[in-house]
């Protein structure tokens, strides 16, 4: 017989009909489990039969992929129009303060020889073209008719000749390279007052399109 004064700390819970300690967690097949028993765990209460464990499918459910969720292959449509947008070219302004006389100089003198060869070999094009055509010995009948008298006829020369004329070019386009090269360097001193006068010419810089 127990005490009717036990200590209500040690009361333990126990079944109608069944004798002894506490009651354990119930069993799949309503059983209660013996006291201190683990309860299985997820995967062996789902295995079968066989002792092995059904598979879980770890990840999204499984379905149909919303069409909205499909990502762009590299080559595709989707991927060209998804690129951002170019961003316009960068533009900067500068100004021109100087110019150095001595390198408009060296600048100015290659480029009057250069043209000097052109110009020669421009005269040279057009003399023979013309001579084809018999232009100057038409000039030259003409100016010896205009020109001679009976008593000098014999010692008559020719206006327009090759030596004379290759002479009288290359005479000018020397004079042309000491002229062009001369006033650009002139042009250089002068700008270079100009700008500190003014602030130079702006110049606008920019990116290829």
Known sequence: ??????????????????VGGPVGPVGPGGAHAAPGALSPSPV?????ANGLASPQHVGPPPGPRPSGTVPPRPGSENA?????????????SLQL???DPWTVLKISLIVSIVMFFVWMIATGILYYTL????????????????????????????????????????????????LFTALATVAAFIYNAAAAMSGGVELTLGERD
């Open 80 to 92: 060209r129009r998804a690129k951002p947008a170019r961003r316009p070219p960068r533009l900067a």
């Open 97 to 99: 303060k100087r110019v």
């Open 1 to 18: 017989m127990t005490s009717g004064n036990q200590p209500s700390g040690s009361a333990k819970t126990t079944e109608p009909g069944v």
């Open 44 to 48: 062996e209460a789902g295995s079968g």
């Open 131 to 178: 001579g084809a055509m018999d232009v100057w010995s038409r000039v030259n009948d003409t100016f010896s008719t205009l020109t001679s008298t009976p008593d000098v006829a014999a010692g008559q020369t020719d206006l327009i000749t090759a030596p004379r004329v290759f002479a009288i070019t290359a005479i000018v386009g020397a004079i042309n390279i000491v």
